[in-house]
């Protein structure tokens, strides 16, 4: 790490003037926890509060807690730090390997793998990283080898010791069994990865929890930001929620290295400890609105009979098939009902309105939808055009009204539980509406929509609750797996060619793939 630092890293400022013609004195460089927390507070609707990163690594720092008053500039005082390389997200990157993803890429397989295990090996992850008095913890020696998971390409972070306690790495060249639709059992080895997933998870909880309980003691702070990547994590801001010691908890909309960039921008000028109180406006969420009146138009000159040797493997053959485009105009509510009866026909539909988007707005702009109540309906987008592993689960997009009735415990106040960012509870009559999103016998995450945030789909939600008698739709991102997701009709476009999508709403028109 040292030799990083003193070699490459040092000459970082020169590089970047040389690639980019930029003036040294342009360019600007803040610690990445500051850059965390300027995004959390800047985007919080707090007066006052705890912030709390928790991240694989900073520069020196995996955790920092700190407490901030807003004035004429947020008055930010420091107050908890573990350096580096003690750290709860080094352990997962290692576990991401053991488990058969690429290091630093497959942190959110485990959030998903775990919901299908016991923590049965929790004594293992409580020597691995174990507890200290303060409510801090440490990383043991021997288990990881934390400079294979310093730069890319990352080598094999997994000592002998952890190969001993834990097998082998699982072959990434496997199919997954667990989650299947049939019910059928998960192989062994399956299982027993989520097994070890699980039991970590619930010690990260641990640490993490005991985090929150050491910050507060000292400021009494009933609110709290949490940030940075490790707080991507819908069931463990639930479990906080439940059991923390805090009333209240805001997550940004984006708690990795994009809320970061943001909150680097908004720092320019100023120095660490000093954040300005107004709430930004650099935002994640940056660039071109959605144009598509011209791609719109070269739609129906597409020719699916080339289309053959481009499509997924097990997905239908496009030859003889032909696309159209319907257009609505201003008639939402003829489109919402196009949409809502081939829904109600098991048909899945891509649902593109824009870009980028802000906050809440962000979800349910790029999405594919399915019935939530059939758990076929999520098992054929699955299988004909995500191309997920089967312990995926989409989550629900549901309307405010709808939500009271069916999450009943949810504090829709709260734009963790409104964004997708907590689990929430499902009222037992109404669990089995939303199967194919269910998490475990009572969770989901949900996008809980507004007519002010999103209003064409509250019309469809309105229309489909009109014909299936819930105002709620399984969604998953728009993108095949292992893709980023689409951003534009041309990208929506390879989708649509590709898999078995055969409805796709861009704006206020819907383009059919058909066969005559």
């Given at each position: 790490s040292m030799k990083r630092w003193l070699g490459q890293r040092l000459w970082v400022r020169n590089r970047i003037c040389a690639e980019t013609g930029i003036h040294p004195e342009r360019v600007h460089f803040f610690s990445a926890h500051a850059c965390y927390m300027a995004h959390a507070l800047t985007s919080s609707p707090f007066q006052q509060a705890d912030v709390l990163v928790v991240d694989s690594a900073g520069e020196w720092s995996t955790v920092s807690g700190a407490h901030v008053k807003r004035g004429q500039e947020w008055q930010v005082e420091p107050l908890l730090e573990v350096p580096f390389p003690h750290s709860i997200g080094l352990v997962g990157s290692a576990l991401t390997t053991w488990a058969g993803f690429r290091a630093s890429e497959g942190e959110d397989e485990l959030l998903k793998l775990a919901v299908h295990g016991e923590p049965i090996h929790r004594a293992l992850f409580e020597e691995i990283l174990p507890a200290l008095t303060d409510g801090t913890f440490r990383l043991e020696k021997g288990w990881v080898h934390?400079?294979?998971?310093?730069?890319?390409?990352?080598?094999?972070?997994?000592?002998?010791?952890?190969?001993?306690?834990?097998?082998?790495?699982?072959?990434?060249?496997?199919?997954?069994?667990?989650?299947?639709?049939?019910?059928?059992?998960?192989?062994?080895?399956?299982?027993?990865?989520?097994?070890?997933?699980?039991?970590?998870?619930?010690?990260?909880?641990?640490?993490?929890?005991?985090?929150?309980?050491?910050?507060?003691q000292q400021t009494n702070a009933r609110r709290l930001c949490l940030t940075g990547p490790l707080a991507a994590n819908p069931q463990l801001i639930r479990r906080l929620a439940e059991s923390g010691p805090y009333e209240h908890i805001h997550v940004p909309w984006e708690t990795g290295t994009l809320g970061a960039a943001a909150g680097a921008a908004s720092l320019v000028g100023k120095e660490e400890h000093k954040i300005s109180t107004k709430r930004t406006q650099v935002s994640p969420y940056m660039g071109m609105s959605l144009e598509y009146a011209d791609d719109l138009a070269m739609i129906p000159l597409l020719k699916p009979n080339k289309w053959a040797r481009f499509r997924k493997r097990g997905t239908q053959d496009p030859t003889g098939a032909t696309v159209e485009v319907t257009h609505f105009k201003e008639d939402l509510e003829g489109l919402a009902t196009a949409v809502a009866e081939a829904l109600a026909q098991g048909t899945p539909v891509g649902w593109l309105q824009d870009r980028f988007g802000d906050g809440q707005g962000a979800r349910g702009r790029r999405v594919l939808l399915a019935s939530a109540g059939s758990r076929q309906a999520w098992e054929d987008i699955r299988t004909g055009i995500t191309g997920q592993p089967p312990y995926h689960r989409p989550s629900l997009v549901i309307s405010q009204e709808e939500a009271r009735v069916v999450l009943p415990r949810a504090d829709l106040s709260s734009r963790a539980v409104c964004w997708g960012q907590q689990e929430v509870w499902v009222a037992p009559a109404s669990?089995?509406?939303?199967?194919?999103?269910?998490?475990?016998?009572?969770?989901?995450?949900?996008?809980?929509?507004?007519?002010?945030?999103h209003p064409k789909l509250s019309i469809l939600l309105r229309r489909w609750r009109e014909i299936s008698g819930v105002g709620a739709l399984a969604a998953t991102p728009l993108k095949e797996h292992g893709t980023p997701i689409a951003t534009d009709l041309a990208e929506a476009s390879i989708i649509l060619a590709r898999t078995n999508l055969t409805l796709l709403v861009v704006g206020d028109a819907l383009i059919t793939k058909r066969w005559s």
């Open positions: 934390v400079e294979e998971l310093e730069t890319a390409p990352y080598g094999c972070p997994l000592s002998s010791r952890w190969i001993e306690k834990l097998g082998p790495p699982r072959d990434s060249r496997l199919g997954w069994t667990l989650g299947s639709v049939d019910g059928s059992s998960p192989t062994a080895v399956d299982q027993n990865v989520a097994n070890v997933v699980a039991s970590f998870e619930a010690i990260k909880f641990d640490r993490v929890l005991a985090l929150c309980h050491r910050l507060q669990r089995e509406r939303v199967q194919g999103c269910l998490l475990d016998d009572a969770h989901l995450t949900a996008l809980v929509c507004t007519s002010d945030d």
